[in-house]
T-cell receptor
Framework: AQKVTQAQTEISVVEKEDVTLDCVYETRDTTYYLFWYKQPPSGELVFLIRRNSFDEQNEISGRYSWNFQKSTSSFNFTITASQVVDSAVYFCALSEGLMYSGGGADGLTFGKGTHLIIQP | EAQVTQNPRYLITVTGKKLTVTCSQNMNHEYMSWYRQDPGLGLRQIYYSMNVEVTDKGDVPEGYKVSRKEKRNFPLILESPSPNQTSLYFC??????????FGSGTRLTVV
């Protein structure tokens, strides 16, 4: 069965520092999708990125960047020059391509989340 | 605007009183699902539906029911809510390319 591990429960940094949130996943499928979501204190889930398993290119979007490494089954997220508005809970998630879904549920498997605190 | 709409946003109820949380999407997605979020546990899938009249259990289905009579609606039913169902609930729909759209969430408290 698929699994997503976010080992960092909480990270606290001072504004303008760079911070990396780790995500390690497990899946038997060769086709799968990885996601990052942001959950600010207001509670909604904000979509940040989706990558499929065939696209290992790293991606940069403004201060955000993502490092996808299939060899280590990791999909880490870095915020450069962090800001107070980046304070939130961040979730990494996996959706399989269903080759091995068998009797398992079809949907997103989430990590437990990393609470990021940016101090002014 | 493409969206998933959940209602209500907040709900406080008493143990045993049946309730329904509604979910509606306007994107003609075939796939819809429900998740619950609890501190320290992340989000876990309750039920999902691949299409009208097709529903299946997720990881934590106990105590919940769903129905999918129309493509756009996927209500979550708690026939006899208990305090351990106090949680933040999210509905989502999905494109074929695994593009998920989430509702704004329903914060349920069962006392």
């Amino acid at each position: 069965a698929q699994k997503v591990t976010q080992a960092q429960t909480e990270i606290s940094v001072v504004e303008k520092e760079d911070v990396t949130l780790d995500c390690v996943y497990e899946t038997r499928d060769t086709t799968y999708y990885l996601f990052w979501y942001k959950q600010p204190p207001s509670g909604e889930l904000v979509f940040l990125i989706r990558r499929n398993s065939f696209d290992e290119q790293n991606e940069i979007s403004g201060r955000y960047s993502w490092n996808f490494q299939k060899s280590t089954s990791s999909f880490n997220f870095t915020i450069t020059a962090s800001q107070v508005v980046d304070s939130a809970v961040y979730f990494c998630a996996l959706s399989e391509g269903l080759m091995y879904s068998g009797g398992g549920a079809d949907g997103l498997t989430f990590g437990k989340g990393t609470h990021l605190i940016i101090q002014p | 605007e493409a969206q998933v709409t959940q209602n209500p946003r907040y709900l406080i109820t008493v143990t045993g009183k049946k309730l329904t949380v509604t979910c509606s999407q306007n994107m003609n997605h075939e796939y819809m699902s429900w998740y619950r979020q609890d501190p320290g546990l992340g989000l876990r899938q309750i039920y999902y539906s691949m299409n009208v009249e097709v529903t299946d259990k997720g990881d934590v289905p106990e105590g919940y029911k769903v129905s999918r009579k129309e493509k756009r609606n996927f209500p979550l039913i708690l026939e006899s809510p208990s305090p351990n169902q106090t949680s933040l609930y999210f509905c989502a729909s999905r494109t074929g390319g695994r593009g998920y759209t989430f509702g704004s969430g329903t914060r349920l408290t069962v006392v």
